[in-house]
């Protein structure tokens, strides 16, 4: 089946706008995780859905990251306020089963903060 | 916390030369680890796995083992190609994946 799919792949926006970034997981697939992919950084675990489980929320920046789940498939990342430093590669990832099983990543959203 | 350490880059090697990109990690218990790997303009994708103490992880002519004593997952291959080119992420997971900082091999004809 299709794999991870994100939408929009590029995104340029001003500083101070909000921003949403859409994840479509692998379907069934009961895990769902973001990252972000920047020069400085490297890859950074953002947050994590599993089933009905509270999102694991630890790797966010800030409080003007949030993410949602609806219905246990679709998800949304949103930044408010959005600020230069915010630019990155936002990655989606997916997982059947366990956390033993690999993660499949989409293409990722390049978000640009002018 | 758990990390991971791999190697510094460039790593420049000649078609088929060896290669190996060291990765260590540090844990609290016994991970899962993963190479992913991303080729220029695409998305990370699984390169190999392995779950448990001397498994072998293999994919493409690339393999690791996951080695519990010196706490190491070291991917190797005998013999590279040019379209080996990529950034090469090591990775170990309980829930979430933590990666390394990414090792970018450059393959010469």
């Known amino acids: 089946g299709a794999g991870v799919s994100q939408s929009p792949s590029n995104k340029v926006t001003e500083k101070g706008k909000d921003v949403e970034l859409r994840c479509d997981p692998i379907s069934g697939h009961t895990a769902l995780y973001w990252y972000r992919q920047s020069l400085g950084q490297g890859l950074e675990f953002l947050i994590y859905f599993q089933g009905n489980s509270a999102p694991d929320k630890s790797g966010l920046p800030s409080d003007r990251f949030s993410a949602e789940r609806t219905g246990g498939s679709v998800s949304t990342l949103t930044i408010q306020r959005t600020q230069q430093e915010d630019s990155a590669v936002y990655l989606c990832?997916?997982?059947?089963?366990?956390?033993?099983?690999?993660?499949?990543f989409g293409d990722g959203t390049r978000l640009s903060i002018l | 916390g758990n990390s991971v350490t791999q190697m510094e880059g460039p790593v420049t090697l000649s078609e088929e030369a060896f290669l190996t990109i060291n990765c260590t990690y540090t844990a609290t218990g016994y991970p899962s680890l993963f190479w992913y790997v991303q080729y220029p303009g695409e998305g990370l994708q699984l390169l190999l796995k392995?779950?448990?103490?001397?498994d072998k992880g293999s994919n493409k002519g690339f393999e690791a083992t996951y080695r519990k004593e010196t706490t190491s997952f070291h991917l190797e291959k005998g013999s590279v190609q040019v379209s080996d080119s990529a950034v090469y992420f090591c990775a170990l997971s309980f829930q979430k994946l933590v990666f390394g900082t990414g090792t970018r091999l450059l393959v010469s004809p």
């Open positions: 392995a779950t448990k103490a001397d």
């Open positions: 990832a997916s997982r059947a089963g366990t956390g033993n099983q690999p993660q499949h």
